[in-house]
């Protein structure tokens, strides 16, 4: 009975959320296309950094392929194409990194992401640098319209990934070894193989929605796609959000960007004090997000 | 039949020897006791069997098929257990999530999460945790959590069980009740297990063998009476008059 | 081949080398008493580099002078963190490793505050302070006088914190305390205080780094981060909690970055800071002169 009442309310909402490019005007519609890009990234990026617990500082290196390959692609390969490619790319470099990146503990597993996310920015800013091109234009670029409904799938797909992952045996496996790596070991919890999947899952739409949030403006920028504040924001919004169910990054995705709403045309830097202080009380106070204030949790991101 | 055996084992940590070519073998179906006293080498024994270091010299051998030096889940997926003498359950989960969580994985994984929970739901009533079930890990008693580490090793369904120190800080009724769970837990599952313990009572009564550890060395083997008349063992545990 | 070994190099390697050390020292003293990983470091530099900034265009105040401002400055800015922030965390958090991860996300919070704050109350236009540019000649290089003060000024308080650290009972207290906090309270160290006295000591430190750049670097609030992580590079490579090995890694990391632009380009320079910090972590967890494990 609940199930189904879920499956409809779900699909109601999946009907509404389609329908909005014919109810809504542009600028509200671009507001929806952040919120939907927030949230494929936040779902995704809970399924190693919130089940594992190996939380990554530096995911905005998976969006920044991602939004790089298409760019380099551009016209010369169909967008049903591009995209999903990016997604690939974004996903073998988890696999290739993954196994030794993974290796490390704690904190240092936090910095060593944001060290990689900016070893790659820079890489990528030689090339374009070497290859002449401080920046590319694109052009004939597809409709708001367009990119909105990619990004609502890519965001519906993140969420029932971390959704299915949560409930399946590896989803276990990464909250054993968030809980106690080796005791997980001992009692046969393949530890290195899971955790690479989970970051190679966790990279994958990113990616992609990096691939299409990046079409949403005529230039490509590096630094803009390999942006730190990325990465920041995403964390953000996980910790104020919970990230222990799908409600978590649902939750904090909207309240960031009803946030930046507010004040990011005024004053972009005031957007990012609240947003640093916020973190610091959920931190100290508020562990359990704004989800754990909904009910008992007890799988929290930060103890 | 010989399931396990441990040759010429040795284990340094940077120069100290914590193991010292400590050699003996373990017949399936039997229960081997471990005797020594703090510092001897018996949990560091353990993590060896087990996967969670590798040995610095020496191989063992499991079931013809040689463990020393694998990852320490593959060793669980061999068929061996251990439980941790300072207790590691998972806090954030329930005593039932615990269970259920070791039955997916190891020697025997549970086909199902559905599965993996009546699995659970039976061990926990084996040990007489039936009634933690639904509370958190980290709440329970001492004895209860070390009954939890008994459960989740015996989840994963081994041939093998390296049990340590559960007994310790229990009271002399709880004492006897482990006593009881072992000894039912391995005619049920066919288990054989290694048995680490300092109350001496308890080693005494389970063990049908006894190897005997002594800074980092075996001093002594053969059955409780042969050991506890052992003149090394006396000697190691009531000091030499000499010095 | 003539360029790599010119003495123009190695002075700048020492330079830029001394700055790192100094930065890394005042993380290490942070991070091996209270288990702390300040990822906001790097803005307590650029914070001092600001206050050398105003207090020498509006009051025509030398960079020297301000240094012991900004170590002050920075010292309190450290005590109020204290007070304000960490003793809850570390008083409440059992484990160490939930303790360092939570003190992350919190100094990340921080830095972002810092920043954004720095961007709104400053402006994000660069400013430079030109200071002590007279050119000295020795034996064919060139060294400015600012650049000679940074480098003299830093060696000196390396040296002079090595020796707090050998001869003093404060330092052998902090030693003490970074090796084991609970043995250190064993046996009679004032654990609290001697972290305080640590936190305040490793601010000041990044303030003093900050005044001293001043004079020859770029001031923007977002230039701490480099610095963050080449302190970061410093701590880990010379040992967790290694003060003095830090010392030795903050000059070895001036040298790799200075020679590696030089074999490569000018471009690469992030690329090579990045890359060390990346190759550190991953490959040697003990870091080059030992101290704490960060990977199984």
Known sequence: ?????????????????????????????????????????????????????????????????????????????????????????????????????????????VILTFGIAELVKYIVINIEASSGQASRLLFGTPSVTDLYLIMLALA?????????????????????????????????????????????????????????????????????????????????????????????????????????????????????IVLGTLLVVFVLFLPGGLVGLLGPNRHRLVR | MTLLQVESVSKSYGGVAALRDVSFTVDAGSMLGIMGANGAGKTTLFSLI???????????????????????????????????????????????????TAALFGANPAA??????????AILEQLGLSQFGDEPAGAITLSAQKKLEVAKALATGPRLLLLDEVMAGLTPT?????????????AEYRLTVLVIEHVMRALMALSERIVVLHHGEKIAEGPPAAVADDANVQAAYLGRADG | ?????????????????????LTGLGLNLVYGTMRLLNIAHGDVVMLGAYLAFWLFSLGQISPLLAAPLAVLGAAGLGALAYLGLFRRQIETTPAVEKLEANSLLLFFGISVVIQNLASLAFTPSPRAVTYLDTIYRLGGVSMTGNRLAILGISVLICVATALVLRYSV????????????????????????????????????????????????????FMGFPFTIAAFVVIIMGGLGNLVGGILAGFLLGFVEIYGVVLTSSNARSIILYGVFVGVLLLRPQGLLGGRRISQ
């Open chain 2, 112 to 121: 199902s999460r559905s599965a993996a929970s009546k699995r659970a739901a």
């Open chain 1, 1 to 109: 009975m609940k199930a189904a009442f879920w499956v409809i309310g779900a699909g109601l909402a999946g009907a509404g959320a389609a329908g909005l490019p014919w109810l809504i005007g542009d600028y509200y519609l671009t507001v929806a296309l952040n919120l939907a890009m927030w949230i494929a990234l936040a779902q995704s990026w809970t399924i190693l950094s919130g089940m594992a617990g190996y939380i990554s500082l530096g995911h905005v290196v998976f969006y920044g392929l991602g939004a790089y390959c298409v760019v380099v692609t551009w016209q010369a390969v169909p967008l049903f194409v591009a995209i999903p490619l990016g997604g690939l790319v974004a996903g073998i470099f988890a696999a290739v990194i993954g196994a030794p990146v993974l290796r490390v503990r704690g904190p240092y597993f």
């Open chain 3, 1 to 21: 081949m003539d360029t790599v070994l010119s003495g123009q190099l190695l002075f700048s390697a020492l330079v830029i080398g001394a700055v790192y050390a």
């Open chain 1, 156 to 272: 519906a797909a993140a969420t029932g990934l971390a959704w299915t992952v949560r409930r399946s045996r590896l989803g276990s496996g990464l909250v054993a070894i968030r809980e106690d790596e080796e005791a997980a070991q001992t009692f046969g919890v393949p530890v290195t193989r899971f955790k690479v999947y989970a970051f190679i899952l966790a990279a994958v739409i990113p990616g992609m929605a990096g691939g299409t949030f990046v079409l949403r403006s005529t230039y490509f920028e590096t630094t803009q796609v390999f942006d730190p504040v990325i990465s920041f924001s995403i964390v953000t919004m996980a910790i104020i959000g919970g990230s222990d169910d799908a409600r978590g990054p649902l939750l904090g995705a909207t309240f960031l960007v009803v946030l930046s709403e507010l004040l990011w045309s005024t004053l972009p830097q005031l957007y990012l």
């Open chain 2, 174 to 186: 709880e004492v006897q009740s482990m006593l009881d769970i072992i000894r039912g837990i391995k």
């Open chain 3, 170 to 221: 404060y330092g052998l207290a902090i030693k003490a305390l970074i090796q084991n906090r609970e043995a250190a309270a064993v046996v009679g160290v004032n654990v609290r205080r001697v972290q305080i006295v640590s936190l305040m000591l490793g601010f000041g430190l990044a303030g003093l780094a900050g005044t001293l750049l001043s004079m020859t670097e770029q001031i923007s609030p």
């Open chain 2, 50 to 100: 087990a996967g969670n270091v590798r040995p610095t010299s020496g191989l063992i051998v499991f079931d013809g098929r040689r463990v020393s030096g694998l990852n320490a889940d593959r060793v669980s997926r061999a068929g061996i257990a251990r439980t941790y003498q300072i207790v590691r359950p998972l806090k954030g989960l329930t005593v039932s999530e615990n269970v259920t």
